[in-house]
């Protein structure tokens, strides 16, 4: 059985830093795509970024390139999100999930995230 | 505005069916069949409920169904029941502006 479980709620103050993390277990972590989905508060979903452990190759939606940085441990399974800069638009419901891939324009692009962790609670405000 | 078009609500008494549509355009659903359906009760985290337009992943109920025609992607939910009751995203695969995957507004399915 695959399970993400993902670490616990985040309050922050802008321009502070931040990593966020996801432990993944029941499948093979290496070998499978792992992202992560924004939810602002009572909106939707949104992709934020994709990493494939075995060789850390990552994929960023447009709207999110150069605002986060996803990356993978293989020696514990876990894949992580972090902020250098926090805004108060970054407060959202944060989860991670894995992905299925379609590769297009050079890089690959999550078609389905199948399954997902129980989210992370990001709060920024002054 | 999210780039794919779902009603923002539809609802059906137990036992009965209901449809969910996404609307998108040639750049995304009318010419792939890589749409997906999500299913997020309050407070939860979402759950994949079809993927490749009309996929079930294991463990999920054949009473949900997918189909495509043209630019539109529908998801089925026939025997309604009180747990169906929930948020559901569709995304899809789109090469509008670059490649990328877009999901729509959710619609929220009420239970009566």
């Known amino acids: 059985e695959v399970q993400l479980v993902q670490s616990g709620a985040e309050v922050k103050k802008p321009g502070e830093s931040l990593k966020i993390s996801c432990k993944a277990s029941?499948?093979?972590?290496?070998?499978?795509?792992i992202g992560w989905v924004r939810q602002m508060p009572g909106k939707g979903l949104e992709w934020v970024a994709i990493?494939?452990?075995?060789?850390?190759?990552?994929s960023y939606s447009p709207s999110f390139q150069g605002q986060v940085t996803i990356s993978a441990d293989t020696s514990i399974s876990t894949a992580y999100l972090q902020w250098s800069s926090l805004k108060a638009s970054d407060s959202a419901m944060y989860y991670c999930?894995?992905?299925?891939?379609?590769?297009?324009?050079?890089?690959?692009?999550?078609?389905?995230?199948?399954?997902w962790g129980q989210g992370t609670l990001v709060t920024v405000s002054s | 505005q999210s780039a794919l078009t779902q009603p923002a609500s539809v609802s059906g008494s137990p036992g009965q069916s209901v449809t969910i549509s996404c609307t998108g355009t040639?750049?995304?659903?009318?010419?792939?069949?890589?749409v997906s359906w999500y299913q997020q009760h309050p407070g939860k985290a979402p759950k994949l409920m079809i993927y490749?337009?009309?996929k079930r992943p294991s463990g999920v109920s054949n009473r949900f169904s997918g189909s495509k025609s043209g630019n539109t992607a529908s998801l089925s939910i026939s025997g309604l029941q009180p747990e169906d009751e929930a948020e559901y995203y569709c995304?899809?695969?789109?090469?509008?502006?670059?490649?990328?995957?877009?999901f729509g507004g959710g619609t929220k399915l009420t239970v009566l």
């Open positions: 490749d337009v009309s």
């Open positions: 990493v494939y452990p075995g060789d850390s190759d990552t």
């Open positions: 040639s750049s995304d659903v009318g010419d792939y069949n890589l």
């Open positions: 995304s899809s695969y789109t090469t509008s502006n670059t490649f990328h995957v877009v």
């Open positions: 999930a894995t992905a299925r891939t379609h590769y297009a324009g050079g890089r690959y692009i999550p078609i389905s995230f199948d399954d």
């Open positions: 029941g499948y093979s972590f290496t070998n499978s795509w």
